[in-house]
């Protein structure tokens, strides 16, 4: 089993310390980041992908520090999923997504092999995007140009996925199917972390939720532990009533908010 | 079907050398120009016309348009911008104003075109310092570095024309500023062929990380694609791609902006196919560039860059407006 370990990690932007003294061990299954604008989760993010340098402490998979991994070695383990970033619009859906075999070829193999072409079509059927392979990524809908991001990461073939922001700027429906996409990759083996700002979204689909707040984690566990009135007041500065009810949590912004601190 | 375009644009290279040697100033009867080109120490005006003038002349052609349009294809690649010319590193700007100070104070002719690699190579590392953003290239410094130095360069050669007034010097700036091919030959072939070599084998290196880099820089890197290491090789071999067409033709606009949209019209966007794609029509494109600007006005020579600046744009515009939907997403 993946083993992501982080230990006593300091994240710094620009100079300013985002979060201290970060403890995690991750090993399975799906887990969400949860927290305010700002307080540090894309950073952390991209440290754990190998794409950022903590300020202090080790990151690192199955005992190896992950900025020590060759690049692509890297790439073959962790999968960063970043929907934000502009990209070509004339790129077609089946393109892009095969550039994810890119680190399983040494620099001098060009071609794509038969290994290559079944991955990218098994990644396609997975995320219902074999009707679209031919399309340009400039037509698709929000929804389906994230489908193409997670079939990349899929086809990546990465036993770490780190997604930011899975399901901002999609619709209900859209981000339910995400996130069904977001567990199947879980079931199938993988390590996925979620940084998500819907509190319901990882109530619902994350087996364990990581709160951050107040430069470090305020808490860690399942969504029932993590997520609570105080833990959220904690981070957000928000009074919350949290109601579990047999379909899950439901959480309910009080009626007279006090002044945000 | 890739493959079948890519053949069929192979074929167009040789077909364009051959009309490039076929027609000139002076005009040479079909039979004689068979005869010669099969016999070349057979001798006679036909054959030194062919061997001495035209064989070097076109291969210098495809050389310069080769090296351009791989240049452009690259830079356009690295910055993700379909609008760059390989001009904008500074080299061509850089060796034009030395050029240009050159022939101001008088330096002997010889040292001129090594001067103008010299200086060109100096200009596109000021560019490339410039756009440093820490170990990064950073994709808008590089284009607001490069438009505004080759801005201040290209007044030092005004400058200096107008303080020249009507000398031989002044003259030869303006046909280097006009992009010419006129009196080159195997000397000078040879003298580029290394940076062209070089700057080739470069590129090509680079085409496998480059398709992924369409994926945008962040996404490549999680991809494992050394972005830092990439857009630095590809910094250095369109700079020596681009110092090599400069060095063989003076300016010659265009070829490097143009060639790799119409390139891209016809093998799509995939490097593996567009990089090769781009050689063959940049030489091709060249080679009968060179051959009309020949033959039209002989026995007088119109510009190289001044008459593909006339095809150029049109076609430029034609192209960009028709398609101008939003490149990134």
Known sequence: ?261 | MRLTRLLVLAALVPLAMLIGVAFGGAAIAPGALVHALLHPSAGGDAATIVWQLRVPRVAIAATVGACLALAGTLLQALLRNPIVDPYLTGVASGAGASIAIAATVGVAPVLVPPLGFVSGLATAVLVAVLARRGPRLDAERLVLAGVSLSALLSSIVTLAIERLARGTASEAILSWLAGSLAGRGWNELAAAAPEAIAGALLGAATIPALNVLRLGEGRAASLGVGVVRLQWALLVASTLLTAAAVALAGLVGFVGLVVPHLARRVVGADLRSLVPASVLVGASLVVLADALARTLAAPAEIPLGVLLAFVGVPTFLVLYLRGAARAYA
Not at chain 1, 20 to 40: K, M, Q, Y
Request: glycine fraction near 8%; charge should be negative.
């Open chain 1, 1 to 261: 089993m993946t083993q992501l370990v982080l230990e006593r990690v300091d994240i710094e932007r620009g100079g300013r310390t985002l979060l201290r003294d970060v403890s995690l061990a991750l090993g399975e299954g799906v887990v969400a980041v949860v927290g305010p604008n700002g307080v540090g989760k894309t950073s952390l993010l991209r440290a754990m992908a190998g794409a950022l340098a903590p300020a202090s402490g080790t990151i690192a998979l199955d005992g190896i520090a992950v900025r020590a991994l060759e690049p692509r070695e890297r790439a073959r383990r962790i999968a960063l999923v970043d929907p934000g970033e502009p990209v070509l619009a004339a790129l077609t859906v089946t393109d892009a997504v095969a550039a994810a075999r890119f680190p399983h070829h040494r620099w001098w193999e060009w071609d794509a092999t038969a290994e290559d072409g079944a991955t990218v079509d098994e990644a396609l059927a997975r995320t219902e995007l074999t009707a679209l392979r031919e399309r340009e990524l400039g037509t698709l809908s929000a929804g389906e140009r994230q489908r193409v991001w997670i079939a990349l990461a899929i086809a990546q073939r990465a036993s770490v996925v780190l997604l930011d922001e899975p399901t901002s700027h999609l619709d209900l429906r859209a981000s339910v199917e995400t996130l069904q996409l977001v567990r199947e990759l879980a079931a199938g083996g993988a390590l996925v972390v979620a940084v998500l700002h819907q509190l319901e979204e990882a109530a619902a689909f994350a087996d364990r939720v990581v709160v951050l707040g107040c430069g470090g984690v305020i808490a860690d566990g399942t969504p029932e532990a993590a997520l609570t009135s105080d833990t959220i007041e904690r981070a957000y500065g928000v009074a919350v009533t949290v109601e579990h009810r047999p379909d899950g949590l439901a959480f309910h912004r009080n009626a007279a908010p006090r002044a945000i601190s």
